[in-house]
């Protein structure tokens, strides 16, 4: 390209732009030869939609000529023209026509970025920006066809009625290319590409390595995403003909024109909506749905989580190679070893250090296995390892029984997951021995501890492990059997750790809960049951269930004790006590803000998710309610009490209908009698959605002027769209994201609809409540208020969809 422009060329450019210097006027939309671009200067569409000048991200020192929505205040940039070669200098820079193209010059005049055609012609060529978004070069004719456009040369956003082809006659692709970092719009990692075999679209890490596909193209939709099929927004079109395979979509609607799909450097394809609230640009659907599916995102060594923030953290030993692009959310970089290995270094031929150490390995737990494993013979763990560790370019190992293997180089796409430490593979990581020797840190995932010498080696072992060793030894006159991950306490250790059972934190239609200390001073919650129907061996079983539930959003069962009439269960301790607590508390100084009460109700909606879908066998959790959304030290939620209804068996019914503080929470299926499923949970999730918005009981709440309870009346001002402000708890000072507080009065009163086939599952909740879903108006729940004298006796339900 630098040969293509003459010295003279330059002068020419340098000559037109000190001397005729003919600015864009105003609202101009067109870039022409005698009118080009400079500075702050930019060009409009003819609607005032789009915008297109020079653009800093971020804290980038570079500057970009990319396009925007005009009318948007957070500038989302959707094309850039030189991704990859910034100026630094937007003044001397310029944007103009030259020998027939859209050209780009740097302050040194050098041209950086063109449109590339071999045009012999006309000088009268100029640039248009549409309102469509297509930024056009055209000499004026009326073809149809335009010399150039950038739609037909896409960055990293999808813009309706663009399109990503796949060209038949040069078999070229275009493809949508992630930004590097969202500094830095150069090409990153991720893309989509059209896949002409299936006719599907994919995303591929490195241009290589596909991690999602949308699945055929079935004449309606894509067969992975079926939304489309339900979708009133957009209209959409796949084309095959001799030339090129691509699909397009339209807006239905032609007035919102804030939509637009790109290829975030989350490596997700997003689809965003601009919203004209405090919200404003919204994700309304994303792929892969989880952030941790996406290939290698964590880079070499590290490891992604799907709850933390950021989701990448280093494997212990490890740490980010490249600290500022993990800084701007770019882990691909991967992590390096904070201590070399002594395999393969020249420091010692023998791979022994001056300590007489060779490396060691450290187990991974709660991880899924990396990729590319090698597998080899070996006949036991032992044996597996000394493979491994002969081998000086074996990163990791895994013994499973059976099967050893191995890892060679770098480990990718691992994972950390909630299962159960003890079901979950474990895997192991070779490290430098200084690294083991003192555990000067904890990165929170795992904590090391160096027990004892064995043949020379200090063995490491997990969390976990450790608080089970330490459990038998300091209790081994205490009787304390590891049953799985559960422990089985003895009857008087729990007695001593309770201090006699003085601590009462709660009560409830199970029993009470009182606060303990183990001797190794983990503070945990002790329930001690009442009237379980159930036989010793029943109960067992029954509880080592509960134990295998895993999630974040669940209170973890740590253990029982069952001897003969005593049976206690033993939970992790939270600090913050439970959600009523802090949502009706009278004191204005702990009231929680919305962001907190949303966060909660999202959390709240993925643990009863996983106890729906996510467990080997669906539970229904039968008391949702304020009282049992538990609340840790970050004011996550933990439902507690899952998993109860089965332990306590035919009386459960019995006990939760006469139960107080239960009835204002419960599905009419309970009072017709009528089959429980999951949606009698999603009842209970939406009366209490609906005291997120209140911070009052429901049976408590009785709104002044109108003769209704609290969801009647938040029904009916959603319902018929008076101000939803008028409902939300007066301690917030009017203090929520409107959208939010929206979208949350909707799905609650979805929720307590009478007909449970009208209720969303809780997946959907989770999707709308991620703004992943749009939910639509609800219709009016027919609530019948039951009122006695005694408010804790109010229950609301409709009238029986079978009656
Ligand atoms: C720019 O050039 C075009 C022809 O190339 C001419 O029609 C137009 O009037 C010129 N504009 C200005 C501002 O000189
Ligand atoms: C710019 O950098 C500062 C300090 O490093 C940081 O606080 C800020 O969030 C950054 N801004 C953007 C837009 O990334
Ligand atoms: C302009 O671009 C050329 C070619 O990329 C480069 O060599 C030169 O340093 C640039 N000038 C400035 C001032 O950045
Ligand atoms: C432009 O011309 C060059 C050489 O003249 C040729 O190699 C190239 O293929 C042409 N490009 C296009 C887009 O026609
Ligand atoms: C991507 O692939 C290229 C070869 O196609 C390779 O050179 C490069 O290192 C890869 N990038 C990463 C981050 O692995
Ligand atoms: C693509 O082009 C080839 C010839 O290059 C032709 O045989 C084929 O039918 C074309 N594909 C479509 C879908 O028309
Ligand atoms: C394919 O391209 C040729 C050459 O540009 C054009 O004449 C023809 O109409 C195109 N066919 C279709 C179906 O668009
Ligand atoms: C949207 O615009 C297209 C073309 O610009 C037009 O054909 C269509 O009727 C419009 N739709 C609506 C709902 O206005
Ligand atoms: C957003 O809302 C404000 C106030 O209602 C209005 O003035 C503005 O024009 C709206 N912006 C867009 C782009 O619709
Ligand atoms: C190994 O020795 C060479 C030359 O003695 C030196 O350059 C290199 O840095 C050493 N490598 C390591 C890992 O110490
Ligand atoms: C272990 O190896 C056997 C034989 O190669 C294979 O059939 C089996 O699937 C392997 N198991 C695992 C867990 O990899």
């Known amino acids: 390209m630098k040969n293509k422009y003459p010295r003279a060329v ?85 944007l103009t026509i030259s020998h027939g193209n859209l050209v780009l010059f740097n302050q040194s005049q050098i041209p950086i970025w063109s449109t590339d055609l071999n045009s012999t012609t006309s000088s009268s060529v100029f640039a248009v920006l549409r309102d469509d978004g297509n930024l056009i070069l055209t000499d004026g004719s009326k073809s149809a066809t335009f010399l150039w456009q950038s739609f037909d040369n896409p960055t990293h956003a999808w813009l309706p009625g663009s399109k990503i082809a796949y060209n038949n006659v040069t078999k070229r692709k275009q493809r949508l ?84 799909s790109m290829m975030d450097v989350s490596g997700q394809i997003k689809q965003l909506n601009w919203l004209n609230t405090s919200s404003g640009l919204s994700v309304f659907w994303q792929q892969p749905r989880q952030q941790c599916e996406v290939y290698a995102l964590c880079g070499e060594f590290g490891s992604c989580n799907e709850n933390s923030m950021p989701f990448c953290n280093c494997l212990k030993g490890f740490e980010p190679k490249l600290k500022s692009s993990w800084d701007l959310e770019d882990y691909s970089g991967g992590c390096q070893r904070k201590t070399k290995l002594m ?32 597998s080899v013979k070996a006949a036991s763990a032992v044996e597996c390892e000394s493979t491994c560790l002969d081998d000086c370019s074996c990163t990791a190992y895994a013994f499973d029984g059976n099967n050893c293997s191995i890892w060679i180089k770098d480990l990718l796409n691992l994972k950390q997951t909630t299962e159960d430490e003890s079901t979950g593979k474990k895997f192991y990581v070779r490290l430098a021995a200084s690294e083991l020797r003192a555990p000067k840190e904890n990165n929170g995932i795992v904590i090391g501890v160096v027990v004892g010498g064995v ?50 934190l709660g009560g409830g239609g199970f029993g009470s809960v009182f606060k303990g200390t183990l001797p190794d001073s983990t503070v945990i919650a ?20 509960i134990g295998t539930i895993q999630h974040v959003n669940l209170v973890r069962l740590r253990g029982f004790c069952s001897e003969g009439t005593k049976k206690l269960l033993v939970y992790d301790y939270m600090p913050n006590s439970s959600l009523d607590s802090h949502l009706f508390h009278k004191k204005n100084s702990s009231f929680l803000k919305w962001e907190t009460r949303y966060q909660i109700a999202l959390g709240t909606a993925r643990g009863l998710l996983y106890l729906h879908e996510k467990c080997r066998d669906c539970i229904i959790h039968c008391d949702i309610k304020p009282d049992n959304v538990l609340l840790d030290a970050e004011f996550s939620p933990k439902v507690a009490d899952f998993g109860l209804a089965k332990l306590v068996g035919r009386d459960f019914s019995r006990v939760l209908t006469t139960m107080r503080g239960t009835r204002g929470y419960l599905a009419p299926e309970w009072i017709s009698g009528a089959a429980i499923t999951t949606k009698a949970d999603v009842y209970s999730y939406g009366m209490m959605l609906f005291e997120f918005v209140s911070g009052r009981r429901n049976s408590e709440y009785y709104v002044e002027g109108e003769l209704s309870f609290f969801p009647a009346y938040a029904a009916k001002v959603i319902i018929e769209g008076h101000d939803i402000f008028s409902l939300l708890d007066a301690r ?44 639509n108006l609800p219709p009016f729940p027919r609530l019948f208020q039951v009122l ?5 006796d109010t229950s609301f339900f409709e009238e029986s969809s079978s009656s």
């Open 10 to 94: 330059m002068l020419l450019v340098l000559f037109l732009c000190l001397f005729l210097k003919t600015h864009i006027s105003d609202g101009a939309d067109t870039v022409s030869a005698n009118q080009s671009l400079s500075g702050d200067q930019t060009i409009v569409s003819a609607g005032g939609i789009f915008e297109l000048g020079f653009h800093k991200p971020g804290n980038s020192s570079n500057y970009y000529i990319c396009m925007w929505y005009k009318q948007i205040p957070e500038r989302t940039i959707l094309w850039v023209a030189n991704r990859e070669k910034p100026v630094s200098d937007r003044f001397s820079s310029v």
């Open 177 to 260: 290319i992630s930004w590097k970092n969202k500094d830095d719009p150069a090409p990153g990692l991720y893309s989509l590409e059209l896949d002409t075999s299936d006719n599907s679209y994919r995303i591929l890490w490195n241009r290589s390595k596909t991690y999602w596909t949308s699945g055929r193209w079935n004449g309606k939709y894509f067969d992975k995403v079926p939304e489309m099929a339900e979708n009133k927004v957009f209209d959409f079109k796949y084309v095959i003909d001799v030339n090129e395979s691509y699909f397009v979509y339209y807006i239905r609607d032609n007035s919102t024109t804030y939509r637009h």
């Open 343 to 374: 395999c393969g270094s020249n420091i010692s031929t023998t791979g022994v250090n001056h300590n007489g150490e060779r490396d060691k390995f450290f187990p991974m737990s709660s991880m899924s296995l990396p990729e590319d494993a090698q």
């Open 455 to 504: 043949a020379g080696f200090a063995v490491l072992i997990g969390l976990v492990v450790l608080i089970l060793k330490q459990r038998h030894s300091i209790m081994e006159h205490g009787k304390v059997v590891a049953e799985g991950s559960l422990v089985a306490f003895d009857y008087r250790y729990l007695q001593n750790a309770t201090k006699n059972f003085s601590d009462k």
């Open 526 to 545: 002790v329930k001690q049951l009442q009237s379980v129907s159930q036989g010793e061996k029943q109960f067992r079983a029954e509880v080592s269930t």
């Open 732 to 775: 917030l000072e009017g203090k929520a994201d409107e959208e939010e507080l929206i979208r949350l009065c909707r799905v609650a009163c979805w929720c307590i609809q009478g007909n449970e086939a009208h209720r969303p599952s809780m997946g959907d909740i989770v999707q709308i409540l991620e703004v992943i879903i749009n939910v």
């Open 788 to 792: 006695d004298e005694n408010p804790d």
